[in-house]
């Protein structure tokens, strides 16, 4: 199905590189050798774990001996965690981030979550991308809206300012500054002549009375051939970095691979999917240690081959609920309430878990089966936000919530 030009207009640049389709990027999308000034900043790195990952099978909390009595056959035994601080432990397939964490480069805040109680993976989703929980009319993404009021800076911004690995810009993204969805870097190989416009993007182009599209035609192919510079399809990672070969391993390279090339990035999006785990969950081995163990191998490669460029990195993890608190009849979990977020970076007081433990006690858990959420998501975003970006106006950010500067979980430094 050819696309129509309501839907080009419509999601402006937000097309994919790497695929049959070329980016068209807005006016402000100006190439120029002003980027690696711009691109010498912080930078942010949004993951998001699509299915509701079990923050509690993540971060293990071990203390609490209600987490043994309610999860017979999937619980992580003390014996089998990788023990943080007592307390809490980590799920063993994630041993590759422990010298993260032991660094200080890491951290964890748990019982996180939205106000809104929905079990949709829809709405959940929604209401996490866009930042305004329970309103399903918000038209754009909380990260667009972060770019949107994010201190003036002297340099242009650059066609790779927001980047999403994908084949489509998330909801997150989503707005009026511009944002490109990279399919594969591969397809950018060196030599070679420059990869043709496929049918219908130049008609489209030529015959558009939009004003935003003018004048870009020039900078699109600037951006498509600084992109092929970086000889992407022969990239080799640094510091003995070890990519998994799988979709989010490939992801997190390539968002390495840009950072490290100076091409302006501010902002990136990765998503790693299957976490849904109603049956055959697993314990220390099964279905959720193989999806945390390329979870946490692709971010601890993602950590290594940064090297010294990782101290201006922010990372920030987030699935849309957490899973009930006691195993089901078919050894899963069910849609929950509070999860677990990760931090990592540079600027991160890493070594800790943040967050108030509610306990897992009857009485203690929200409609007596999930983990009660006491910290609210948007105060971990809003905190990198803060740092990375230096986005003065978190009312506009995350509308709807009042935010205390002073009463932030304190996670990354200012």
Not at 178 to 192: E, M, Q, R, T, W
């Amino acid at each position: 199905m050819s696309i129509t030009r309501r839907i080009f207009l419509r999601n402006s640049a937000m097309a994919a590189v790497g695929t049959a389709v070329i980016p068209a990027f807005l006016t402000r999308a100006v190439m120029a050798q002003t980027e690696a000034a711009r691109a010498s900043g912080k930078r942010l790195v949004v993951i998001f774990q699509r299915g509701a990952a079990d923050g509690l099978n993540v971060v293990i909390p071990h203390g609490d001996p209600a987490y043994y009595q309610l999860r017979s056959s999937i619980a992580i035994q003390p014996k089998e965690l990788i023990d943080l601080d007592g307390f809490y432990g980590l799920h063993p397939a994630m041993a590759s981030l422990k010298p993260v964490w032991d660094r200080g480069h890491l951290a964890a805040i748990h019982a996180c979550g939205s106000p809104d109680t929905t079990r949709s993976h829809f709405d959940a989703q929604d209401y996490m991308e866009s930042g305004t929980p329970g309103v399903k009319a918000t038209q754009d993404g909380w990260l667009n809206r972060a770019l949107q009021s994010e201190r003036a800076n002297s340099a242009p911004p650059s066609a790779f300012r927001a980047i999403a690995l994908g084949t489509a810009v998330p909801r997150t993204l989503e707005g009026i500054v511009p944002a490109v969805a990279i399919g594969n870097l591969k397809d950018f190989a060196i030599g070679g002549s420059q990869p043709a416009a496929p049918d219908g993007f130049a008609s489209m182009y030529a015959s558009s009375v939009n004003a935003v599209l003018h004048g870009t035609g020039g900078e699109t192919f600037d951006a498509i051939r600084m992109l092929k510079s970086t000889d992407p399809a022969h990239y080799l990672p640094a510091n003995g970095a070890n990519f998994p070969k799988a979709p989010f391993g490939e992801s997190m390279k390539q968002i390495a691979q840009l950072m490290k090339a100076n091409l302006g990035v501010e902002v990136a999006f990765a998503e790693i999917g299957g976490w849904d785990t109603h049956q055959n969950q697993g314990g220390a081995n099964g279905q959720l240690a193989n999806r945390l163990r390329e979870f946490s191998d692709s971010l601890a490669a993602f950590w290594t081959d940064l090297g010294d460029q990782g101290g201006d990195v922010v990372v920030v993890t987030m699935s849309e609920f957490g899973r009930t608190a006691h195993q089901n009849g078919t050894g899963g979990t069910d849609h929950g309430h509070a999860n677990v977020m990760f931090v990592m970076g540079g600027p991160v007081r890493g070594g800790k878990v943040y967050g108030r433990w509610p306990g897992l006690g009857p009485d203690q858990l929200n409609e007596g089966r999930d983990l009660t959420v006491t910290t609210d998501f948007r105060a971990v975003l809003a905190e990198a936000t803060l740092s990375v970006l230096k986005a003065p106006r978190m009312d506009h950010v995350f509308p709807g919530i009042s935010l205390d500067y002073n009463r932030l979980p304190g996670v990354v430094k200012a």
